[in-house]
């Protein structure tokens, strides 16, 4: 207890808090959560119950927050439970309970409280997690309470918050016999002896449901008999119950029944029909006497009954002979209203195998999976396949269900099922799947030779739809190992086999990025010219081909028309799935933005793509998604935090045996941050992990790695220059063939600095002129700065002090618009070699403020409401408030006009 509250001190003080209660059924999760929320004083309470029969309905738990939340519901969470629509992505409803919350902290304290997550449905905890990690200065404490043993792919997510030091992790166990006595006591038992709590603690392990059941039960004499008279085992809880149930008259009993035939929580309407009760409220008021049902407090009003606790439930439902229990599954499927609740009634009634009813649940899973609910369809597949009379039929049932449970994220639960699909017969289908869960659990020479010899067992006339997935497949693992010219020809693999089928998802923007990995930028930017600007209202049929184009624009040097492409995109994977696109185009968004010099926003979008990508799974993406955050974060001299990036990127590295996005941008994540700190050793010790993987396509490509250069001038400056020139020379001539003005310019800067190391200081001259030329016109003011940075560097040594400052002035310019802060000390130490003190910083330096501050001053900036940078920002609107006064208070300013004259006034210039 004393660690809550502990908790809800920080949650009081602004800080966000999350607390998971673990222990063994009937422990005393509830209880303690309940004696908690009695005692934290104003704390508004939003709470939802997990169900083991409704784990499998899309965010049932979100929707139980939504009721309890009352009041306005924000757009992304209306509709969850809408019949037929297309199911909501979990990072949109995520960001929809960010929207909620931020609305509800005018007042006390939100307590966000799940009990029973065990059977949380997937979709909402990935949509919690989502909005947990969003949460920054909100005064929000949630409390997950869990039975041991739950399965880690549910909890995992909230289990790593707590372990990244966002909460606590508290595991009950049994009760003491001191503990034991005090219950008794706050019961109005009486004082037990030392003894007969020992023997209570004995029989009981502790567990405090069974515990108060004895002593509710047993009257005090029974509990002081000597121990050759036993007490009753906890295994005996039933009993307990089953006695409350005979002591009730007909009409309760045939209630009680019914309610849990239907559930955990049952409409009271559903339940007396099920029982056959007209009037079913003297009947209810009788189980409620009893403690058999009780009315939730946050469904009074609805029409609600539940169970106390679900071991009630269970005791009166296993109670149930087989005969009665399967007719009143067979007539509460007549009942209830939605086909999901009523084919579980069917197939709880089933008796053994039932080719009708495994064909409507593979019906009901295609309807699932064309709207998106990918756990929804993944389970309807599962209980198909147990009801199907042919082994053929399970296979595939079992097959499809692990597909979807890939394309919903859920790759622990998929890869659960890898050694039972394994044994089945060899197919196509069956060789698809392994190569999937190969892939994407970090194995990509495993994945390819399954998924080739899948495609090649396909008969395209009549398989043709299952040879567009794997060939699409194939070819983003080729893109994710850098393989161009590959992932482009399996990208057209797919368009082929589809044929007049349904439009293969990414297909083009794989082939557009193919075709730029491999050199052919030109054909690249023609296959994806025809696509109309893109917005923010694009349908999953049409958002097809701009990720590719955004990627292929990048490399092209047109980083404002990538970032034109990626920022809907992203918006609308974000909002709609799939994950694993909303991952790939923040990733490049994050990058585009860094060389176009709005670091704020790469910040935000390499994070944002971190923070998707591990709650979804897609490891795969992850170390690209690391380095998006790092690189501006290193570059602005955020040591820790771009560090803690770069970490996480090699740790992905180390199991996803990806070339190029995981391994070169892991190396390349280090570099960054050993450059910006000036240890040239270390980048040269990070990029020589790629030395073996040159010749690797996209790796030797100019323009999108860029390993070369951060290689060859980390080389020179440590006097290594016969190997700086092995590694400049290939990569110089390259970005010359392809004409690539960044990659020429940055190969340029670094040949400067070979002649300049070997003496010959006019062609080093030359070669830093005609790298700024290079860069004439293109919006990369950060590899501009350094060009610039570099040339007065060497002009200053060369006495040429006139010429030096103009090039280390428009350098610090650019740094100190960046908050480059080790670049920007970097040229104060030249402009003072040169006889020029260094530049008096201004009041509102965006140094002096977080990077997330930064990035709110800048919207404000900008003309956005609070509300306008929260939904950009996928925070509260209590979190911008937040950092706005900080702001406030660090820069002595008092309204908002003046934070826009302090954004936009120029720093001081060098004097």
Not at 519 to 547: F, K, N, Q, V
Not at 726 to 753: D, H, I, K, N, W
Not at 817 to 822: D, E, F, K, Q
């Amino acid at each position: 207890m004393r660690s809550l509250h502990a908790e809800l001190s920080q949650v009081r003080a602004g800080t966000p808090r999350l607390i998971v209660v673990e222990g063994p059924a009937g422990v005393g999760k509830t209880a303690l959560v309940r004696r908690f929320l009695s005692e934290a004083g104003d704390l508004r309470a939003l709470a939802a119950n997990g169900e083991e029969v409704e784990a499998l309905l899309p965010y049932g738990i979100v929707e139980q927050l939504i009721r309890a939340a009352g009041g306005p519901v924000p757009e992304r969470l209306r509709g969850l439970d809408a019949p037929g629509g297309q199911a909501p992505d979990p990072i949109s409803v995520g960001a929809g309970l960010v929207e909620l919350l931020g609305t509800l902290q005018s007042g006390a304290p939100i307590a966000l409280v799940i009990d029973d997550a065990q059977w949380a449905d997937r979709p909402s905890l990935q949509a919690l997690l989502f909005a947990l990690r969003r949460l920054h200065a909100d005064r929000v404490l949630t409390l997950i309470s869990a039975r041991e043993g739950a399965p880690g792919e549910l909890l995992g997510g909230l289990h790593r918050l707590v372990d990244n030091g966002r909460g606590t992790r508290v595991r009950l166990h049994g009760l003491d016999s001191a503990a034991i006595r005090e219950l008794a006591a706050a019961m109005g038992v009486g004082h037990l002896s030392v003894r007969a709590t020992e023997r209570i603690r004995e029989h009981t392990q502790g567990s405090p449901l069974h515990v108060q059941a004895l002593l509710e039960e047993l009257p005090v004499e029974t509990l002081e008999r000597p121990a050759d008279v036993p007490l009753p085992s906890p295994r005996n809880f039933s009993a307990f119950v089953l006695g409350r149930l005979a002591g009730a008259d007909a009409d309760a009993k045939r209630l009680v029944i019914a309610a849990a035939v239907v559930g955990v929580r049952c409409p009271l309407s559903v339940g007396a029909e099920l029982a056959e009760l007209a009037d079913p409220l003297p009947a209810l008021e009788q189980a409620i006497a009893a403690r058999l049902l009780e009315e939730p407090r946050s469904d009074v009003g609805r029409g609600i009954i539940a169970f106390p606790h679900p071991l009630v439930r269970a005791a009166v439902y296993h109670d149930l002979g087989p005969v009665r229990r399967a007719t009143l599954h067979a007539r509460a499927a007549e009942l209830v209203e939605d086909e999901a609740s009523s084919l579980r009634h069917r197939v709880a009634a089933a008796q053994g195998q039932d080719a009708r009813l495994s064909a409507d649940l593979a019906a009901f899973a295609r309807g699932e999976a064309r709207r998106g609910a990918w756990a929804s369809a993944a389970d309807a597949l599962l209980s198909a396949g147990r009801l199907a009379l042919a082994g053929p039929q399970r296979d595939e049932c079992l097959l499809r269900a692990v597909e979807c449970m890939l394309n919903g994220g859920d790759v622990t639960g998929a890869s659960a099922h890898t050694k039972v699909i394994a044994g089945l017969p060899g197919s196509p289908r069956r060789d698809y799947v392994l190569g999937s869960l190969a892939g994407m659990t970090g194995r990509p020479q495993d994945a390819e030779p399954l998924l080739i010899g899948a495609y090649e067992q396909c008969d395209l006339r009549t398989q043709g739809g299952l040879a567009a997935d794997i060939a699409s497949h194939m070819a983003h693992l080729s893109l994710t190992r850098g393989k161009g010219s590959e992932g482009a020809t399996w990208a057209a693999r797919a368009v082929d086999a589809a044929g007049d089928g349904p439009l293969v998802p990414n297909a083009l923007s794989c082939r557009i990025t193919g075709l730029a990995f491999s050199g052919r930028i030109a054909e690249a930017l023609a296959a994806g010219a025809a696509l109309p600007e893109p917005s923010t209202d694009m349908d999953h049929a049409s958002m097809d081909g701009y990720t590719g184009r955004g990627y292929a624009r990048y490399i092209d040097d047109d980083v404002l028309g990538a970032r034109a492409d990626l920022e809907p995109i992203s918006i609308v994977c974000r909002r709609r799935g799939p994950a694993y696109l909303a991952v790939a185009a923040l990733l490049i968004l994050a990058q585009a933005e860094f060389r176009s010099g709005a670091w704020d926003d790469a910040v935000l979008h390499g994070e944002l793509a971190t923070s998707i990508g591990e709650e979804t799974d897609q490891y795969w993406l992850l170390g690209g998604a690391h380095f998006g955050a790092c690189a501006p974060l290193a570059a602005r001299g955020e040591y820790d935090a771009a560090q803690a990036h770069a970490d996480a990127a090699a740790r992905v590295a180390a199991v996803v045996g990806s070339e190029f996005v995981s391994s070169a941008f892991a190396a390349m994540a280090s570099a960054h941050v050993a450059r910006a700190r000036g240890d040239d050793e270390s980048v040269a010790r990070a990029l020589e992990a790629l030395r073996p993987l040159e010749d690797v396509e996209v790796l030797r490509e100019p323009g999108i790695v860029g390993w070369q250069e951060l290689y060859a001038d980390a080389l020179v400056t440590l006097g290594r220059l016969d190997e700086g020139e092995a590694v400049l020379a290939p990569y110089e001539s390259r970005a010359t063939e392809r004409g690539r003005r960044s990659a020429m310019a940055g190969a340029a800067r670094v040949r400067a600095r070979l002649w300049a190391a070997r003496g010959q200081a006019d062609e080093a001259v030359r070669s830093f002129a005609g790298g700024l030329a290079h860069l004439e016109g293109l919006p990369l003011p950060f590899e501009r700065a350094l060009t610039e940075l570099d040339f007065g560097a060497l002009l200053r040594r060369e006495g040429r002090r006139t010429a030096a400052s103009a090039q280390l002035r428009a350098a610090h310019d650019a740094f100190s618009r960046l908050s480059a802060r080790p670049f920007l000390e970097r040229c104060d130490r030249e402009l003072a070699g040169c006889g020029l003190a260094p530049a008096r910083r201004h009041h509102a330096e965006p140094n002096r403020l977080t990077p997330r501050e930064i990035t709110v001053a800048r919207l404000v900036a900008s003309g956005k409401s609070n509300r306008e940078i929260a939904n950009e920002l996928v925070v509260s609107v209590h979190t911008v408030e937040f950092h706005l006064v900080n702001v406030f208070g660090k820069l002595g300013i008092k309204s908002r006009s003046a934070l826009v004259a302090a954004m936009l006034a120029p720093a001081d210039a060098p004097s």
